[in-house]
């Protein structure tokens, strides 16, 4: 029996390969498998209609992902796409804006929002909605039939009809983007909005996203090839000439010469897939030679960076991007040559010279893989440059500095020596409670705090450590708090010998009755009144277990000695005590 992960994959499958119907019988199948509503297998199918331009059914579908998952930001991006496609403006302004409620940093809630209020914009700016100025080209038509996201719709007359229409009288004919949601297709690829929506982060892997460490280090393969050839269908558009009846029409012998030259990369792709870089190197050169194209560069240097041969792939890249720019070549297909010579570095562990080329290609398109192999490479240069800087040596000669320090009441030297002290020995304790004491003096008793938890978390048996955090939230008046903290030093306390149990039992009275003490101008009575009404105390004394051990208390007080060896017991009743309610004399 098939389950839902399994037709979850064969979606994000058929989806990476453009078979949209096929992607939305698979994830049809698995929301009907899955044991329980899924949020992202309703994500999954919206972005398959949408990118079927079947947006009444793409809507449906984010509606249903944000109703099962009200928190998940990126469900309203797919509702955000829905009813942009529908051309309700409004509406997808208010599901982007919800989803950047949910996750401010989301680029692709942000370019939609700010596509959306363009759209707006434009739409109110005139009487015609905006679109005399988007539909003034006269070559316009032509320009459609050549774009690969338009030149299917194209071929349909009425809608070509349309188009004309709103070319002739935008304000009289503005109203039938709302009738025909192909219309707001063709603004969206005017306005350079894509309307084709990925499926979710982590629902489709690609060759481009890590899933290993080896592969987070390899350039794209199959999906590539993918890309370029769309890359391809761009560079195509601009080789065109226009008749007088609009039609479009390729140069003669350019045409021979670059169906060739598809025709040797295609070759060189089904080599590169059998991995014999050699031949398919080879017919990248073919093809390169037949039509200048640097896509087929990017193909020869990934084939060169498979093989091993890494100075070729840069030398080539290189080749690729200079090339590129005496043609002006499509600025992906630069951005593409860019983040391969990041990949080599990366492989040929350069990671600064890693970092320039993925910066680089960020330069020329922004795209989240190449965005999160900088980010990732700039956090392992920051972590070898940490773990380089490891020595416990130096680390000592700084810790006996900071003491000195401390001793002189020089405190915000005291801090700083200690810091240095964190960065030679960053898994030390020591360090982090040594700077908690400074910091302390210096009144910055939350970063006080926030020192003794990491010391804690090195070492849950450092005493010290609660004793100096509890210090700081007793100044803060934060008494709840440190007198947790003081509880649990205590039970560690006792189970390493009991050595700061004194200490401990100190603070904890001088919290206890800071917490509970008479406010001035206050009677005994009313003390006690606000005593009894405070949170914790109200807590204890409905619980029926410690109701029992009060009862048999009162009768033998002995008893009561023999309960508090329990901790929990012992830590409630001395609460009690704090507070007044029980008297011990």
């Excluded at 087929?296 to 090339?323: F, W």
Aim: charged share 35%.
């Amino acid at each position: 029996m098939t389950t839902a992960d399994e037709y979850k994959a064969e979606g994000n499958k058929y989806f990476a390969a453009k078979e949209f119907e096929k992607a939305i019988e698979a994830f049809t199948k698995a929301i009907e498998a899955s044991p329980e509503p899924n949020h992202v297998l309703y994500s999954n199918r919206s972005g398959s209609y949408a990118s079927l331009k079947e947006y009444d059914q793409a809507l449906k579908d984010a509606d249903e992902c944000v109703k099962i998952n009200p928190s998940w930001a990126k469900g309203y991006n797919r509702v955000g796409g829905a009813q942009f496609g529908l051309g309700n403006l409004e509406d997808a302004q208010k599901a982007y804006e919800k989803c950047l409620s949910l996750d401010p940093s989301n680029a692709q809630a942000k370019e939609g929002l700010k596509s959306v209020e363009n759209a707006i914009k434009a739409r109110n700016s005139s009487g015609d909605m905006g679109l005399g100025a988007i539909f003034n080209d006269p070559n316009l038509i032509t320009k459609l039939r050549s774009n690969p996201k338009t030149s299917e719709l194209m071929k349909d007359p009425d809608l070509v009809a349309k188009v004309q229409q709103i070319q002739a009288n935008p304000k009289a004919n503005a109203t039938q983007l709302l009738s025909d949601p192909r219309l707001m297709t063709i603004i969206a690829t005017l306005m350079g909005i894509d309307m084709d929506f990925p499926s979710d982060a982590g629902d489709v892997p690609s060759s481009s996203e890590p899933n290993s460490s080896k592969q987070e280090n390899e350039p794209k393969k199959e999906t590539e090839s993918k890309e370029e050839s769309k890359a391809d269908q761009d560079r195509d558009s601009k080789e065109t000439k226009v008749d007088e009846e609009g039609d479009v029409e390729m140069k003669g012998a350019e045409q021979g010469d670059k169906e060739a030259a598809d025709k040797a990369k295609a070759e060189g792709n089904t080599l590169y897939k059998q991995r014999k870089f050699d031949e398919a190197i080879s017919s990248y050169d073919k093809a390169w030679d037949l039509h200048k194209d640097i896509t087929y560069l990017n193909n020869r240097a990934a084939a060169e960076y498979e093989k091993g041969d890494y100075d070729a792939a840069i030398a080539t890249c290189n080749k690729a991007v200079d090339e590129g720019r005496d043609m002006r070549a499509d600025y992906k297909l630069i951005a593409k040559a860019f983040a391969r010579l990041g990949n080599i570095y990366l492989k040929k562990d350069d990671l600064e010279q890693a970092v320039k080329y993925f910066d680089k290609s960020l330069t020329e398109h922004r795209t989240p893989e190449v965005l999160n192999k900088l980010r990732s490479t700039q956090r392992e240069i920051k972590t070898r440059e940490a773990e380089a800087y490891i020595n416990p040596e130096k680390a000592e000669e700084a810790r006996l500095e900071g003491k000195e320090y401390f001793t002189k009441q020089d405190w915000p030297n005291a801090v700083k020596a200690y810091g240095e002290m964190i960065k030679r020995a960053p898994e030390d304790p020591r360090g982090y409670s040594n700077r908690a004491a400074a910091l302390v003096k210096l009144l910055s008793f939350p970063d006080a705090i926030r020192d003794c938890d990491v010391a804690i978390e090195k070492d849950p048996n450092f005493i010290r450590a609660y004793i100096r955090k509890a210090n700081a939230q007793l100044m803060m008046k934060e008494y709840g708090h440190c007198m947790e903290t003081l509880n649990e030093a205590r039970e560690k306390d006792s189970k390493l010998g009991g050595k700061n149990l004194h200490e401990i039992d100190q603070l904890f009275a001088r919290a206890s009755t800071q917490r509970f003490q008479a406010i001035d101008g206050e009677t005994p009575e009313q003390t006690m009144e606000r005593v009894s009404k405070d949170p914790e105390i109200v807590q204890i004394l409905q619980d029926p277990v410690m109701q029992g051990i009060l009862a048999q208390a009162r009768d033998n007080p002995a008893a009561l000695q023999e309960h508090m060896k329990n901790p929990e017991v012992a830590k409630k009743v001395n609460m009690l005590i704090a507070a007044g309610v029980i008297r011990t004399r």
